[in-house]
């Protein structure tokens, strides 16, 4: 199975920019333009209906950021799933989606094994069932806050909601075990390099960070945390380019120098 951003991070621009209609809604008039929209934006599923029967996402034993993304386009054919899917409470979901007018065709799709129990299970299996199919797709309400629903054949419907990337100033990205950082809205930084603190200044502009000479704490720690910390201190210095997807920040200092950091 091929993963993507919800495996390891997946470099990408981020797109879903839609017009209001006059009434505050989007209409599906003009299906080719509108729905188009819905690729390469974050969709929490909210609730599935099968035969009738409503099933809502668990609250408990799902996994906290739920989602899933749709990405245009076929895999390798010799792999299984594509860069489409996600996670909706257990297992990591992938497949091929193809966007036709107001359809969203998916196909080729592939999911990791592990057992989900309870309504967390029973959830991902009426997901799947909806999902696995060429889906009529209906989108409703303003930019930032919009519904998808994906229609079946059967009539069976996913209902999806848009969410929004968490924004890259004031948010703590975990660089992995202790490390982490916080950029400010007033050009500093703040965090930890898994044993020491540290902060600086750090201009944001142009996808790209200015880090300028970063104040750190001088405790002693175990050789492979130092080691660790010299490297982070090492990517995290002068201008680095950086590339946000959703829930994941990629900052890039070389070709082969780069962390990967993710929303706590």
Known sequence: MKRTTYAKYAAAALAGTT????????????PAEDISTIADTSWVPRKVTVDGKDYALPTKGALKRAHIILKPGAADP?????????????NSIGADV???????????????????????????????????NDLKADLDGRPGARTLTLTSPQD?????REE?????RGTR???GGNAYLTLTKNNTVTGSLGCNTFHGKATVRHGTIEFGRLA?????????????????????????????????????????????????
Do not use: N
């Open 78 to 90: 010799e792999e299984g799933g594509g860069d489409s899917g996600g996670s909706v409470g257990c």
């Open 156 to 160: 069976d419907t996913i209902t999806l």
């Open 216 to 264: 750190t704490t001088r405790m002693m720690c175990s050789g492979p945390v130092m080691k660790t910390e010299r490297e982070l201190a090492g990517i995290l210095s002068g201008k680095v380019s950086y590339q946000q997807e959703h829930d994941y920040l990629k900052i890039t200092k070389a070709p082969g120098r780069s962390v990967t950091a993710r929303v706590e």
């Open 164 to 168: 929004q990337p968490p924004a890259l």
């Open 173 to 175: 990205w975990s660089l």
């Open 19 to 30: 017009v209001l209609a006059a009434c505050g809604t989007e209409s599906v008039g003009s």
């Open 98 to 132: 193809d966007i036709q007018g107001d359809t969203v065709k998916v196909s080729d799709l592939v999911r990791t094994l592990m057992g989900c129990p309870g309504a967390v299970g029973e959830y991902e299996e009426k997901f799947v069932s909806v999902f696995d």
